[in-house]
């Protein structure tokens, strides 16, 4: 892929039209059929492959119905698609919180060439978030309602609906200095920043409430999900692993950002990746040793030591042990020896444990004692492609917008305004 | 890295205040985390045990014979699709089958522990709890309990997200998966237009064996608790349904445990509502108490900053200039 990195901040010589300087934007550069040309790519054709197959899954479940695409039935009305698109999404996307919140207000300034990166990977996660319930929900026209035609207050949904839409509201102000930058609007800008560490605050609150409120919703299911991951303590176990989910995901990103956008990186950018990851390798493997302590607790308060020694409690086991205590000491090792590639594999796999965490609640072990359980949660092929489908596609807007925005660099005007 | 060295080399400034950071970092997170498990206040929600003469079904499944009567009867009296199997095919009885967007109500077979020749059967439909948790889900509030003990669904608010099928306890909501874009969730009315008019609920009136009975759920709770007195051989001691989850208006008598019926053995008496209240009274302590313990953070870490940044941006700006 050639790509003309410094284009955004080029002066052309004589003076383009607004036209002009849009394609060229848009084109990172290159006349149209270059930049067609340099599409053709070995991941964008697998990406191809996957969208296309992925179609008519997509129309079947517009015309006849989620139950042809998706394993959804009365037991388990929730399937894979909402299990991994919203559940276990979420926690990775706090990224944009987190890191902002550790720069902006407490004031731990090597994180500030983090900052866009993580806001932008987390508010491109919410909008998929949200293209997931459009894909899942009834009727998908009605997603307002909650907020405009009936209130539940008493509904734990309610006060995720809200906080869901309040704070991509919130993460798009956040990141709207970079697109600001991208279409050249300085006084726009200078009062996006300025009104930023209000929104920082009004971001954290909103992603604490939100997350564990992902949590909470289940906190009315007592008879429905299994005892050793039923327990009232859901709201912070929910809150406290997205911490740690949060820091792990920032780290891949600018790892990702490295490996994949180099070119898109300023100097600044590449020579902070190292402390930065190493910085958040800490925070996480702290976060994630307040989680497994929590965990415990939580089982002890229950008492449910016994409910160890059945299949459910094994698989328990793994998910606690395997995909929370094994990242957490790879990360303290990591840490210790200051090795960043460590600290991105327990990153990797401290994620992996969130994935299985979530699907667990909202499915492996909810409504457990029915009698054709495992029968009954496996997801189809359609369900599947139309996952990797949405991924794809996540993969795709983000690196459109990583080849255009300034998120990694910093633009020579803008220098020391943010 | 040692707290106490004295007078560290300049180089280290840094890290020195990346931990005092680190320390405030981990005290707000804290200070959110205690906000989310702080002791739940108890409810100050006053108690609640139903309309005073709401009305409820007593279900002896001692009497229930399996003839499907309620189903059919159900059925016709909704104006729902005919089903593939007619209503006397007991070949149905080899599934389990589940209320759908089809059916208000199925009748299922068991097997009886204590005698094999005579199998179980129960019919199955919402059991109009007293404080619904499919009301307490919905986002949308597309329920109500109403006055006469009838839970009500409302197709014009929904969306169709179908939480309130997470939440149900008894796994009732059913939900028409079938349909593209105009999904809804189907269940039991309660035959609310037909309590209205003075008429028993159709599966009630085509019930020939005697298990259903209609009435007031105050009489109908007296009512189980003599017949277990009168015969107590027969029915084992629990009315199901009078605590469950805060009491529901369908209620069951049985001989058997109710497990075996399929009908949950471990839902707490107390309504789910309970549940999640505690938690939702945190929210407003989040909203008013980070504000306070933000802002300030940010006061006291960013004053000497201030300072500090206050001559290179002169700098800055005379360059500007
Ligand atoms: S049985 Fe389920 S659907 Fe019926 S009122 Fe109770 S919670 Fe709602
Ligand atoms: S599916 Fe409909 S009725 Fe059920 S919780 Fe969602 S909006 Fe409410
Ligand atoms: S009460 Fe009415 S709607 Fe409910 S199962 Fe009986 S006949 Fe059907």
Known sequence: MNRNADIAGRTPSGEPGFRERFLAKLFMGMSPA???????????????????????????????GLATVIHANHEYPWGLLLSWGIFAGEPLFA?????????????????????????????????????????????????YYPMLINFGPSSVLFVVAWHVGLYVTVQLLEFSPSILEWIGSRRLHRWATSITVALIIGGVILSTVHQSALGAMYLITPGKLHPLWYTSHLPLL?????????????????????????????????????????????????????????????????????????????????????????????????VRAESIGLIRVSAFAALIGIVLNRVNVNLIAYNWNQPDHWSQIIPPWSENIMILAMVTLHILVFRWIMNRFPVTRELPEYRGLH | MNDDTPAPPPQEQNTRRGITRRRLLSLSLL??????????????????????????????????????????????????????????????????????????????????????????????????????????????????????????????????????????????????YESPLEAKIVKCTFCNTRIAKNELPACAAACPSGALTFGKRTDLIKMAHKRIMENPKKYIDHVYGEREVGGTSWMYLSGVPFEQYGLPGNLPKKPLIELTEGYLSSVPVIFTTFPAIFGMLYAALHKKEKKNEHSSREVNHEQER
């Not at chain 1, 067609?36 to 899954?57: C, D, E, G, K, Y």
Request: aromatic share 14%.
């Open chain 1, 95 to 143: 990224a944009g919180f987190v890191v902002a919140a550790a720069y902006y207000l407490f004031g731990m300034k090597q994180y500030r060439v983090l900052v866009r990166l993580a806001v932008l990977g987390g508010m491109l996660g919410y909008a998929f978030a949200a293209s997931y319930l459009l894909i899942d929900l009834g009727r998908p026209w009605r997603i």
């Open chain 1, 238 to 334: 929910f809150f406290s692993s997205a911490i740690y989910a949060a820091m792990s995901f920032a780290l891949l990103l600018a790892f990702a950002a490295v490996r994949y956008f180099r070119e898109q990186c300023d100097d600044e950018f590449l020579s902070q990746v190292g402390p930065l990851t190493l910085s958040l390798g800490k925070g996480a493997a702290l976060a994630m040793y307040v989680y497994f302590v929590l965990k415990v607790l939580a089982l002890a308060q229950d008492n449910n030591w016994a409910l160890l020694t059945t299949p459910f409690g094994y698989w328990y086991l793994v998910e606690l042990l395997g995909f929370v205590g094994i990242p957490m000491l790879l990360f303290t090792v990591g």
């Open chain 2, 31 to 176: 200070a959110g985390s205690a906000a989310l498990g702080l002791p739940r206040p108890a409810s100050a929600r006053p108690e609640f045990s139903g309309w005073p003469k709401s009305y409820g079904m007593l279900v002896d499944l001692t009497l229930c014979v399996g003839c499907r009567s309620c189903e059919q009867a159900c059925n016709e009296a909704n104006h729902l699709p005919k089903p593939a199997k007619p209503f006397d095919d007991d070949g149905v009885f080899n599934e389990k089958r589940w209320p759908s967007a089809k059916a208000y109500t199925v009748v299922n077979r068991y097997p009886n522990p204590t005698n094999k020749e005579h199998p179980l059967f129960r019919k199955i439909q919402c059991n109009h709890c007293l404080e619904p948790a499919c009301a307490t889900a919905c986002p949308i509030k597309a329920y109500t309990k109403t006055e006469q003990g009838a839970v009500i669904y409302n197709e014009d608010l929904c969306f169709g997200c179908r939480y309130c099928v997470i939440a149900c306890p008894f796994n009732i909501p059913g939900y028409d």
């Open chain 1, 34 to 64: 270059d930049y067609s040309r340099s599409l053709v790519t070995p991941f964008n054709l697998l990406a191809a492959a996957i969208l296309a197959t992925s179609l008519p899954v997509f129309y079947a479940r517009y015309t006849q």
